[in-house]
Protein backbone atom coordinates (compact mmCIF):
# COMPACT_ATOMS: atom_id res chain seq x y z
CA UNK A 1 0.00 0.00 0.00
CA UNK A 2 1.03 3.41 -0.77
CA UNK A 3 2.25 5.52 2.25
CA UNK A 4 0.42 8.78 3.53
CA UNK A 5 3.25 11.93 3.19
CA UNK A 6 5.43 12.48 5.96
CA UNK A 7 4.10 15.97 7.00
CA UNK A 8 0.88 14.06 8.40
CA UNK A 9 2.88 11.75 10.22
CA UNK A 10 4.66 14.30 11.61
CA UNK A 11 1.78 15.41 14.04
CA UNK A 12 -1.02 13.95 15.73
CA UNK A 13 -4.93 14.59 15.89
CA UNK A 14 -6.05 17.17 17.70
CA UNK A 15 -6.09 16.71 21.96
CA UNK A 16 -8.41 19.16 22.40
CA UNK A 17 -10.97 17.65 19.72
CA UNK A 18 -10.20 14.10 21.03
CA UNK A 19 -11.39 15.30 24.83
CA UNK A 20 -14.03 16.22 23.30
CA UNK A 21 -14.86 13.23 21.71
CA UNK A 22 -13.59 11.30 25.32
CA UNK A 23 -16.25 13.65 27.47
CA UNK A 24 -19.03 12.95 25.22
CA UNK A 25 -18.27 8.77 25.28
CA UNK A 26 -18.33 9.45 29.16
CA UNK A 27 -21.09 12.07 29.54
CA UNK A 28 -18.64 14.10 31.35
CA UNK A 29 -19.04 18.01 31.41
CA UNK A 30 -16.68 19.16 28.61
CA UNK A 31 -14.38 21.75 29.80
CA UNK A 32 -11.93 20.84 27.49
CA UNK A 33 -12.90 22.14 23.68
CA UNK A 34 -13.26 25.98 24.83
CA UNK A 35 -16.80 26.81 23.13
CA UNK A 36 -20.39 27.90 24.84
CA UNK A 37 -22.81 25.91 25.86
CA UNK A 38 -25.21 29.39 25.65
CA UNK A 39 -26.98 30.83 22.43
CA UNK A 40 -25.39 33.69 20.39
CA UNK A 41 -27.19 36.85 20.88
CA UNK A 42 -30.75 36.80 19.28
CA UNK A 43 -30.26 39.13 16.85
CA UNK A 44 -27.61 37.12 15.00
CA UNK A 45 -30.00 34.60 15.15
CA UNK A 46 -32.36 36.37 13.50
CA UNK A 47 -30.17 37.57 10.96
CA UNK A 48 -29.36 34.38 9.45
CA UNK A 49 -32.88 33.51 9.14
CA UNK A 50 -33.17 36.31 7.18
CA UNK A 51 -29.98 35.31 4.93
CA UNK A 52 -31.70 31.63 4.36
CA UNK A 53 -33.97 33.49 2.51
CA UNK A 54 -31.71 36.08 0.65
CA UNK A 55 -29.93 35.55 -2.56
CA UNK A 56 -26.93 34.62 -0.81
CA UNK A 57 -26.28 30.99 -1.59
CA UNK A 58 -23.57 30.70 -4.17
CA UNK A 59 -19.91 31.70 -3.45
CA UNK A 60 -19.11 35.07 -1.87
CA UNK A 61 -15.95 37.25 -3.40
CA UNK A 62 -13.06 34.66 -2.13
CA UNK A 63 -11.16 37.27 -0.26
CA UNK A 64 -15.13 38.56 1.53
CA UNK A 65 -18.58 39.46 0.88
CA UNK A 66 -18.10 43.69 0.03
CA UNK A 67 -20.88 44.06 2.87
CA UNK A 68 -19.18 42.05 5.39
CA UNK A 69 -15.88 43.60 4.57
CA UNK A 70 -17.15 47.09 4.76
CA UNK A 71 -18.72 46.25 8.51
CA UNK A 72 -15.39 44.40 9.42
CA UNK A 73 -13.38 46.91 8.24
CA UNK A 74 -15.83 49.77 10.47
CA UNK A 75 -14.94 47.69 13.62
CA UNK A 76 -11.75 46.69 13.23
CA UNK A 77 -10.70 50.41 12.76
CA UNK A 78 -12.79 51.62 15.97
CA UNK A 79 -11.17 48.60 18.07
CA UNK A 80 -7.29 49.33 16.97
CA UNK A 81 -7.61 52.88 16.16
CA UNK A 82 -6.10 52.35 12.77
CA UNK A 83 -7.75 53.31 9.07
CA UNK A 84 -8.76 49.81 8.07
CA UNK A 85 -9.29 49.55 4.23
CA UNK A 86 -12.19 46.82 3.36
CA UNK A 87 -10.58 46.47 -0.11
CA UNK A 88 -6.83 46.26 0.70
CA UNK A 89 -6.28 44.93 4.60
CA UNK A 90 -8.69 42.14 4.89
CA UNK A 91 -9.23 38.75 3.71
CA UNK A 92 -12.21 37.07 5.52
CA UNK A 93 -11.31 33.45 6.16
CA UNK A 94 -12.83 29.97 7.45
CA UNK A 95 -12.36 30.65 11.23
CA UNK A 96 -8.73 31.64 12.85
CA UNK A 97 -7.69 28.54 12.16
CA UNK A 98 -7.33 29.07 8.65
CA UNK A 99 -6.56 32.64 8.48
CA UNK A 100 -3.21 31.65 10.84
CA UNK A 101 -2.46 28.80 8.43
CA UNK A 102 -2.82 30.96 4.88
CA UNK A 103 -0.71 33.47 6.93
CA UNK A 104 2.19 30.98 7.15
CA UNK A 105 1.99 29.62 4.20
CA UNK A 106 1.93 33.07 2.73
CA UNK A 107 4.93 34.62 3.82
CA UNK A 108 7.42 31.27 5.55
CA UNK A 109 9.41 29.39 2.73
CA UNK A 110 10.26 25.73 3.53
CA UNK A 111 13.11 25.64 6.13
CA UNK A 112 12.43 29.17 7.45
CA UNK A 113 11.82 29.74 11.26
CA UNK A 114 9.05 30.64 13.22
CA UNK A 115 9.37 31.93 16.90
CA UNK A 116 6.25 29.91 18.87
CA UNK A 117 5.62 30.64 22.73
CA UNK A 118 5.43 27.71 24.86
CA UNK A 119 2.30 27.15 26.05
CA UNK A 120 1.05 27.19 23.07
CA UNK A 121 -2.38 26.74 21.42
CA UNK A 122 -1.48 23.46 19.40
CA UNK A 123 -2.56 24.72 15.99
CA UNK A 124 0.87 26.68 15.97
CA UNK A 125 2.71 23.39 16.04
CA UNK A 126 0.90 21.60 13.01
CA UNK A 127 0.65 25.27 10.87
CA UNK A 128 4.15 24.78 11.36
CA UNK A 129 5.09 21.23 9.59
CA UNK A 130 2.16 22.25 6.91
CA UNK A 131 3.89 25.35 5.91
CA UNK A 132 7.49 23.73 6.22
CA UNK A 133 8.67 26.05 8.73
CA UNK A 134 10.73 25.19 11.77
CA UNK A 135 9.35 26.53 14.94
CA UNK A 136 11.88 27.66 17.81
CA UNK A 137 10.11 27.71 20.73
CA UNK A 138 10.45 30.30 23.71
CA UNK A 139 9.09 29.49 27.14
CA UNK A 140 7.03 31.72 29.12
CA UNK A 141 7.83 30.85 32.66
CA UNK A 142 4.77 30.51 35.14
CA UNK A 143 2.81 31.71 37.23
CA UNK A 144 3.14 34.65 35.14
CA UNK A 145 3.69 33.05 31.84
CA UNK A 146 6.43 35.83 31.61
CA UNK A 147 9.51 35.70 28.64
CA UNK A 148 12.59 36.60 29.40
CA UNK A 149 14.10 39.28 26.98
CA UNK A 150 16.84 37.13 26.98
CA UNK A 151 15.72 33.98 25.75
CA UNK A 152 13.74 35.63 23.30
CA UNK A 153 16.73 37.52 21.49
CA UNK A 154 18.45 34.32 20.91
CA UNK A 155 15.28 33.28 19.26
CA UNK A 156 15.53 36.25 17.20
CA UNK A 157 19.50 35.92 16.65
CA UNK A 158 18.22 32.60 14.38
CA UNK A 159 16.78 35.09 11.85
CA UNK A 160 13.14 33.99 12.45
CA UNK A 161 10.80 34.57 9.59
CA UNK A 162 8.16 35.52 11.99
CA UNK A 163 6.82 35.28 15.73
CA UNK A 164 3.55 33.87 16.63
CA UNK A 165 1.75 35.80 19.04
CA UNK A 166 -1.51 34.79 21.13
CA UNK A 167 -2.96 37.42 22.80
CA UNK A 168 -4.68 37.08 25.19
CA UNK A 169 -2.99 33.76 25.14
CA UNK A 170 -5.16 30.21 25.18
CA UNK A 171 -4.18 27.87 26.83
CA UNK A 172 -2.57 30.28 29.87
CA UNK A 173 -4.76 33.30 29.93
CA UNK A 174 -2.33 36.07 29.90
CA UNK A 175 -2.31 38.96 28.34
CA UNK A 176 1.20 40.65 26.98
CA UNK A 177 1.93 44.07 28.68
CA UNK A 178 2.51 46.88 26.53
CA UNK A 179 6.38 46.93 27.85
CA UNK A 180 5.96 43.36 26.67
CA UNK A 181 4.86 43.59 23.76
CA UNK A 182 7.19 46.76 22.98
CA UNK A 183 10.09 44.37 23.74
CA UNK A 184 8.82 41.69 20.61
CA UNK A 185 8.22 45.27 18.49
CA UNK A 186 11.56 46.23 18.70
CA UNK A 187 13.27 42.57 18.07
CA UNK A 188 10.98 42.28 15.31
CA UNK A 189 12.29 45.66 13.53
CA UNK A 190 16.21 44.69 14.70
CA UNK A 191 15.71 41.23 13.04
CA UNK A 192 12.99 42.36 10.18
CA UNK A 193 10.53 40.14 11.46
CA UNK A 194 6.98 39.67 11.16
CA UNK A 195 4.22 39.39 13.83
CA UNK A 196 1.31 36.95 13.58
CA UNK A 197 -1.34 37.49 15.68
CA UNK A 198 -3.89 35.46 17.11
CA UNK A 199 -6.19 37.73 18.70
CA UNK A 200 -9.56 35.58 18.87
CA UNK A 201 -10.07 36.49 22.95
CA UNK A 202 -9.54 40.12 22.15
CA UNK A 203 -12.91 41.30 23.54
CA UNK A 204 -11.97 39.03 26.82
CA UNK A 205 -9.96 40.82 28.88
CA UNK A 206 -9.83 41.27 32.42
CA UNK A 207 -9.25 44.51 34.99
CA UNK A 208 -6.91 45.89 35.07
CA UNK A 209 -5.42 43.88 32.36
CA UNK A 210 -6.49 45.64 28.58
CA UNK A 211 -5.80 44.11 25.21
CA UNK A 212 -3.18 46.30 23.01
CA UNK A 213 -3.00 45.27 19.41
CA UNK A 214 0.18 44.46 18.48
CA UNK A 215 -0.38 46.12 15.05
CA UNK A 216 -1.29 49.18 16.62
CA UNK A 217 2.32 49.57 18.29
CA UNK A 218 4.19 52.33 16.78
CA UNK A 219 5.70 51.36 13.20
CA UNK A 220 4.27 47.97 13.65
CA UNK A 221 1.26 47.65 11.22
CA UNK A 222 3.21 46.61 8.11
CA UNK A 223 4.95 43.88 9.74
CA UNK A 224 1.79 42.54 11.61
CA UNK A 225 -0.71 40.04 10.55
CA UNK A 226 -3.50 39.99 12.63
CA UNK A 227 -6.04 37.24 13.27
CA UNK A 228 -8.69 37.04 14.72
CA UNK A 229 -12.22 35.86 14.29
CA UNK A 230 -16.41 36.29 15.34
CA UNK A 231 -16.48 32.72 17.14
CA UNK A 232 -15.49 34.10 20.57
CA UNK A 233 -16.75 37.41 20.34
CA UNK A 234 -20.00 36.55 19.10
CA UNK A 235 -20.36 32.67 20.50
CA UNK A 236 -20.45 31.26 16.98
CA UNK A 237 -17.17 28.74 16.91
CA UNK A 238 -19.62 26.75 14.29
CA UNK A 239 -19.89 29.15 12.21
CA UNK A 240 -15.73 29.42 11.28
CA UNK A 241 -15.60 32.85 10.23
CA UNK A 242 -12.30 34.43 11.01
CA UNK A 243 -10.28 37.03 9.43
CA UNK A 244 -6.79 38.27 8.59
CA UNK A 245 -5.94 42.46 8.60
CA UNK A 246 -2.60 43.34 7.73
CA UNK A 247 -1.03 45.61 4.63
CA UNK A 248 -1.84 45.62 0.99
CA UNK A 249 0.87 43.61 -0.05
CA UNK A 250 1.12 40.92 2.32
CA UNK A 251 -3.01 40.72 2.15
CA UNK A 252 -2.60 39.82 -0.85
CA UNK A 253 0.12 37.05 -0.96
CA UNK A 254 -2.73 35.54 1.83
CA UNK A 255 -5.76 36.10 -0.37
CA UNK A 256 -3.72 33.86 -2.96
CA UNK A 257 -3.16 31.04 -0.41
CA UNK A 258 -6.96 31.86 0.84
CA UNK A 259 -8.76 30.99 -3.08
CA UNK A 260 -6.97 28.25 -3.29
CA UNK A 261 -7.42 26.22 0.14
CA UNK A 262 -10.78 27.24 1.00
CA UNK A 263 -12.30 29.52 -1.94
CA UNK A 264 -14.15 31.36 0.68
CA UNK A 265 -15.95 31.27 3.88
CA UNK A 266 -19.80 30.81 4.12
CA UNK A 267 -21.68 33.43 1.93
CA UNK A 268 -25.35 33.43 3.83
CA UNK A 269 -23.11 33.16 7.38
CA UNK A 270 -21.30 36.04 6.29
CA UNK A 271 -24.23 38.09 5.45
CA UNK A 272 -26.02 37.38 8.67
CA UNK A 273 -22.73 38.20 10.63
CA UNK A 274 -23.05 41.84 9.36
CA UNK A 275 -25.58 42.58 12.18
CA UNK A 276 -22.79 40.92 14.88
CA UNK A 277 -20.45 43.23 13.61
CA UNK A 278 -22.61 46.49 13.91
CA UNK A 279 -23.40 45.96 17.37
CA UNK A 280 -22.69 49.16 19.58
CA UNK A 281 -20.03 49.36 22.13
CA UNK A 282 -22.32 48.44 25.15
CA UNK A 283 -22.73 44.67 23.54
CA UNK A 284 -18.71 44.08 24.42
CA UNK A 285 -19.03 45.62 28.00
CA UNK A 286 -21.40 43.21 28.51
CA UNK A 287 -19.60 40.30 26.78
CA UNK A 288 -16.91 41.08 28.98
CA UNK A 289 -19.16 41.41 32.47
CA UNK A 290 -20.38 38.08 31.88
CA UNK A 291 -17.35 36.19 31.16
CA UNK A 292 -15.68 38.14 34.09
CA UNK A 293 -18.97 36.81 35.98
CA UNK A 294 -17.56 33.23 34.89
CA UNK A 295 -14.41 33.43 35.81
CA UNK A 296 -15.07 34.30 39.30
CA UNK A 297 -18.09 31.42 39.57
CA UNK A 298 -15.18 29.07 38.38
CA UNK A 299 -12.51 30.15 39.82
CA UNK A 300 -14.16 30.17 43.11
CA UNK A 301 -15.72 26.61 42.77
CA UNK A 302 -11.74 25.79 42.07
CA UNK A 303 -10.58 27.53 45.25
CA UNK A 304 -13.54 25.71 47.03
CA UNK A 305 -11.97 22.37 45.66
CA UNK A 306 -8.63 23.21 46.96
CA UNK A 307 -7.02 23.30 43.95
CA UNK A 308 -3.73 25.33 42.50
CA UNK A 309 -3.98 27.67 38.97
CA UNK A 310 -2.94 30.54 37.67
CA UNK A 311 -5.63 32.95 37.52
CA UNK A 312 -6.15 34.09 34.21
CA UNK A 313 -5.88 37.76 32.29
CA UNK A 314 -7.69 37.39 29.60
CA UNK A 315 -9.80 34.52 27.38
CA UNK A 316 -11.35 31.86 28.95
CA UNK A 317 -9.15 29.11 30.20
CA UNK A 318 -7.63 28.03 33.29
CA UNK A 319 -4.76 26.02 33.62
CA UNK A 320 -4.74 23.53 36.79
CA UNK A 321 -1.70 22.36 38.20
CA UNK A 322 -2.06 18.70 39.60
CA UNK A 323 1.48 18.42 40.81
CA UNK A 324 -0.42 17.22 44.37
CA UNK A 325 -2.02 14.08 42.32
CA UNK A 326 1.38 12.50 41.96
CA UNK A 327 -0.39 11.04 38.64
CA UNK A 328 2.95 12.09 36.47
CA UNK A 329 0.69 11.82 33.18
CA UNK A 330 -1.14 14.18 32.72
CA UNK A 331 -3.29 12.27 29.41
CA UNK A 332 -3.87 9.48 31.45
CA UNK A 333 -5.38 11.77 34.63
CA UNK A 334 -7.77 13.73 32.19
CA UNK A 335 -9.29 10.68 30.62
CA UNK A 336 -9.83 9.04 34.37
CA UNK A 337 -11.62 12.54 35.07
CA UNK A 338 -13.43 12.57 32.15
CA UNK A 339 -14.84 8.95 33.30
CA UNK A 340 -15.12 9.09 37.23
CA UNK A 341 -15.23 12.58 37.79
CA UNK A 342 -17.37 13.56 34.92
CA UNK A 343 -15.85 16.59 34.20
CA UNK A 344 -13.49 16.67 31.09
CA UNK A 345 -10.20 18.87 30.69
CA UNK A 346 -7.59 19.04 28.09
CA UNK A 347 -4.35 17.50 29.36
CA UNK A 348 -1.73 20.23 29.76
CA UNK A 349 1.02 18.58 27.99
CA UNK A 350 -0.08 19.25 24.25
CA UNK A 351 0.53 22.60 24.80
CA UNK A 352 3.97 22.78 26.20
CA UNK A 353 7.05 21.97 24.00
CA UNK A 354 9.03 21.37 27.76
CA UNK A 355 8.32 17.55 28.81
CA UNK A 356 5.23 19.46 31.37
CA UNK A 357 2.46 17.14 32.68
CA UNK A 358 1.28 18.95 35.61
CA UNK A 359 -1.52 20.92 34.23
CA UNK A 360 -4.91 20.26 32.86
CA UNK A 361 -6.57 23.05 30.93
CA UNK A 362 -10.03 23.87 31.59
CA UNK A 363 -12.58 26.58 30.36
CA UNK A 364 -15.40 28.55 31.81
CA UNK A 365 -17.37 29.33 28.72
CA UNK A 366 -20.34 27.78 29.78
CA UNK A 367 -23.99 28.55 31.31
CA UNK A 368 -23.19 28.97 35.30
CA UNK A 369 -25.25 26.38 35.97
CA UNK A 370 -22.77 24.12 34.05
CA UNK A 371 -19.76 26.03 35.62
CA UNK A 372 -21.81 24.81 39.03
CA UNK A 373 -22.35 21.48 38.42
CA UNK A 374 -18.29 20.85 37.09
CA UNK A 375 -17.59 22.47 40.51
CA UNK A 376 -19.56 20.58 42.72
CA UNK A 377 -17.95 17.24 40.56
CA UNK A 378 -14.71 18.77 41.13
CA UNK A 379 -15.31 19.28 45.19
CA UNK A 380 -14.90 15.23 44.83
CA UNK A 381 -11.66 14.96 43.02
CA UNK A 382 -9.07 14.28 45.17
CA UNK A 383 -11.62 11.83 47.06
CA UNK A 384 -12.09 10.09 44.16
CA UNK A 385 -8.49 9.79 43.32
CA UNK A 386 -7.43 8.58 46.45
CA UNK A 387 -10.22 5.91 46.61
CA UNK A 388 -9.15 4.39 43.84
CA UNK A 389 -5.67 3.57 45.97
CA UNK A 390 -3.19 6.07 44.54
N1 LIG B 1 -9.83 27.37 20.56
C1 LIG B 1 -10.59 26.35 21.23
C2 LIG B 1 -9.76 25.64 22.27
O1 LIG B 1 -8.61 25.93 22.45
C3 LIG B 1 -11.19 25.39 20.27
C4 LIG B 1 -10.19 24.56 19.58
C5 LIG B 1 -10.73 23.90 18.38
O2 LIG B 1 -11.17 22.78 18.48
N2 LIG B 1 -10.72 24.54 17.28
O3 LIG B 1 -10.27 24.78 22.94
Redesign the pocket.
Known amino acids: MPQVSRRVSHFTE ?1 V ?2 RM ?1 RIANSFNAINL ?4 PDFDPPREIIDALHKAADSDRHQYAITWGAPQFRKALAQKVSRFMGLPIEADSNMVVTC ?1 S ?1 EAMIASMLAVCNPGEKVIVFSPF ?3 YGADAILSGAEPIYVPLHPPEFSFDPRELRRAFEQKPKALILCNPS ?2 SGKVFSRSELEVIASLAKEFDTFVITDE ?1 YEHIVYEPAQHIYFASLPGMFERTISCSSL ?2 TYSI ?1 GWRLGYVIGSPAVIDAIRKVHDFLTVGAAAPLQEAAVSALNFPDSYYKELLSIYARKRDVFLGALESAGLKFSKPQGAY ?1 VLVDISEFGCGDDNYFCEWMAQNAGVAA ?1 PGSSFFREPVKNYI ?1 L ?1 FAKKEETLLRAGERLQMLRGIWKSKGK
Open positions: SIRTSQGFGTYENNPVSKTYVRH
